[in-house]
């Protein structure tokens, strides 16, 4: 019964993500995208954002290899801002609490992010999120259904996906799954709770959710 989280956003912030990809995009092809590029993508993982914008401005579609390098450059973006000298992230701790406790208690639990992988991993880390929460991050030709699905892959029901914006809800959509927003970012007719919620108001909502009939 995989129960996956939406990092950024759902357990804490990074603020500026958005710019540090774009200016790791600007690292790997000399000059970073506009941001009226950047509004004109459809997707909301960073390789659906890069993917859109290679083919604006070369014509073809992002190879893996040129997408790991992205991925390497996006790290050092993110590593020279985020530290105890720098900038630290905001941290929702109650919500990630509640994230590992229900890990505690056998539930599959899985971090499910936009990122590509090796941003994701460097968040867990900061946000000290336990190893026993599998890590999915941003991958070749996978939008963020495609993502949901492959962590729920041969996995019994119920599913529950938890995000913060949007593009969250409308993935747990098309993946099939039941949704929980976290935050006000996220309006529509499902269960939400508020960033501040407590490990039991979490545990208590999701196994509420996940609970066969």
């Known amino acids: 019964m995989p129960i996956c989280f939406d990092l950024d956003g759902t357990l804490g912030t990074f603020g500026?993500?958005?710019?540090?990809?774009?200016?790791?995009?600007g690292d790997v092809w000399g000059c970073p995208?506009?941001?009226?590029?950047?509004?004109?993508?459809?997707?909301?993982?960073?390789?659906?954002?890069?993917?859109?914008?290679?083919?604006?401005?070369?014509?073809?579609?992002?190879?893996?290899?040129?997408?790991?390098?992205?991925?390497?450059?996006?790290?050092?973006?993110?590593?020279?801002?985020?530290?105890?000298?720098?900038?630290?992230p905001v941290a929702f701790q109650g919500i990630i609490e509640?994230?590992?406790?229900?890990?505690?208690?056998?539930?599959?639990?899985w971090l499910v992010s936009g990122n590509v992988p090796m941003v994701l991993e460097f968040k867990a880390q900061v946000l000290g999120i336990d190893r026993r929460i599998h890590r999915l991050?941003?991958?070749?030709?996978?939008?963020?259904?495609?993502?949901?699905q492959m962590a729920m892959l041969g996995a019994a029901g119920p599913h529950?996906?938890?995000?913060?914006?949007p593009h969250d809800r409308e993935a747990a959509r098309a993946a099939g799954v039941p949704f929980l927003g976290i935050g006000e970012a996220v309006p529509g007719d499902h269960p939400t709770l508020g960033i501040e919620a407590e490990a039991k108001h979490i545990?208590?909502?999701?196994?509420?959710l996940t609970t066969r009939p």
Not at 16 to 25: F, K, N
Not at 100 to 105: D, F, S
Request: charged share 25%.
């Open 16 to 25: 500026g993500g958005y710019v540090l990809l774009m200016e790791a995009l």
């Open 33 to 88: 995208p506009r941001p009226e590029e950047l509004r004109a993508c459809l997707g909301s993982t960073d390789w659906e954002i890069a993917d859109e914008l290679h083919r604006s401005r070369f014509g073809r579609g992002l190879e893996n290899l040129a997408y790991q390098e992205l991925e390497t450059a996006c790290l050092a973006r993110f590593r020279a801002t985020f530290h105890p000298e720098g900038k630290l």
């Open 98 to 109: 509640g994230l590992h406790e229900l890990a505690k208690r056998g539930h599959a639990t």
């Open 137 to 148: 991050g941003s991958l070749p030709g996978c939008s963020r259904a495609d993502l949901i």
């Open 160 to 165: 529950l996906y938890v995000g913060d914006r």
């Open 203 to 208: 545990v208590s909502i999701v196994e509420r």
